[in-house]
């Protein structure tokens, strides 16, 4: 987006998002059949490798730890040994955070019944792993498959569903001063909005921060960054919440009771072992799961390219395809960006497929991903974001404000009400297809 000011008027020229109109049966008709074998024992494979990788890094930060003593090294200033101590449990809170998220995208992968064949299988792994890092396994599960059958919707999308001008109380859209699409703005109407939107790189990083280090249990208690329409005191702990169906009433508690048996095992390990070590083992590492967890996913479906649909333009194909692969930690170097996709099982890397079909297991994805992309490139399609990370979480939550009340595809807009992108058809109708909600 380049922007030019003549007049009092500020113009940008934008980037074009084409529409898609392909069918479900075009998108998955691209994708090997191979790619749909679920295997159980491969699945569980990854579960092991994971855990043996946080036990290495554990087993290592405990042995680096001991040879930080004057006998073994000698440092030119007292307090650089407990700095150095300091600095060798951030690295293992880091990494087994990391790798952490590679089990909970394990679990999540069973809530798609993509872990094995067996739905018993599937849902009795996905509660133990999701339990045991702080997730309502069937509470998230039944809200995130209607996520994935309504992505992008503005009325039925479960998270990450934009604000309009009206519900942040902005000045009214004036025809007379600002483009619709966000193309043009006078600089009268620039200036209202980024008093009322608030422009500054601090605030900016402030916010990032928060959404980063909060954003998870907020959602989950009291439903922060999701459907809007729901009531004041949504969340996912009461069987009665608006979003869940009677007869998922059972699986909700089940899920409760996971929550329940997690808190009480943090507290038996504090009374046992001590504040600090439950603190230093599994509490950061926790946090720095959480923190993945909203990165990942808030720039999956949150940037200035990206449409968002009112009922009258969705389809299932459109929804899945109002997102984006971006390869995680990709912008700290190639090593590290191959680190951040294996840690975590590609599910930045892979996440356009996975909406595609969510039930095609990770270590199958990346060939199909790879098979997808040919088949949108062909449609004029690049569903391929920056790299994830903090310096593109910061850029994201300046670029995307506010959607207007008016249209039926909307683009996020600045705090300047300028969008960086428009639609753009092409010829033929969109085929829809779905999720049936009431069968999960």
Known sequence: MSDGSEKGVTTVKQNVCVIPDLTIKDLLSAIPARCFKRSALRSSLYIVY?????????????????????????????????????????????????????????????????????????????????????????????????????????????????????????????????????????????????????????????????????????????????????PKGTNHFNPDAVMFAPHQRESIVLSDIGILLWLAGITGSIYTYGFWTVFRLYLVPYLWVNHWLVLITFLQHTDPLLPHYRASEFTFPRGALATLDRNLLGGCGSIMGWLGGHATHGISETHVLHHVSSKIPHYNAWEASDALRKRLEQAGIKLEGAPGGWGEVYRVFKECKFVEDEGNILFYKNSSGLAATRPAFTDGSASDSGIEIDKI
Not at 72 to 94: E, K, Q
């Open 50 to 230: 994971d855990l043996v990788v946080i036990s290495g890094i554990y087993k290592t930060a405990t042995y680096l730890d001991t040879l930080i003593s004057p006998e073994h090294i000698s440092l030119p200033h007292p307090l650089l040994y407990p700095a150095a101590r300091l600095s060798v449990w951030a690295g293992y809170t880091f990494w087994t955070g990391l790798f952490a998220t590679g089990l909970w995208v394990i679990a999540h992968e069973c809530g798609h019944q993509a872990f094995s064949e067996s739905k018993l299988i599937n849902n009795s792994v996905g509660w133990v792993l999701h339990s045991a890092l702080g997730v309502p396994y069937h509470s998230w599960r039944i809200t995130h498959a209607k996520h994935h059958a309504s992505t992008g919707h503005m009325t039925q999308d479960q998270v990450f569903v934009p604000k309009t001008r009206s519900q942040l109380g902005l000045p009214a859209f004036d025809p007379t001063k600002e483009d619709i699409l966000g193309s043009s703005v006078s600089d009268e109407v620039m200036k209202e909005l980024k008093e009322a939107l608030g422009d500054s790189p601090i605030g900016a990083t402030i916010g990032a921060a928060t959404y980063l280090l909060g954003g998870w249990p907020a959602y989950l208690i009291r439903n922060a960054s999701g459907q809007k329409r729901y």
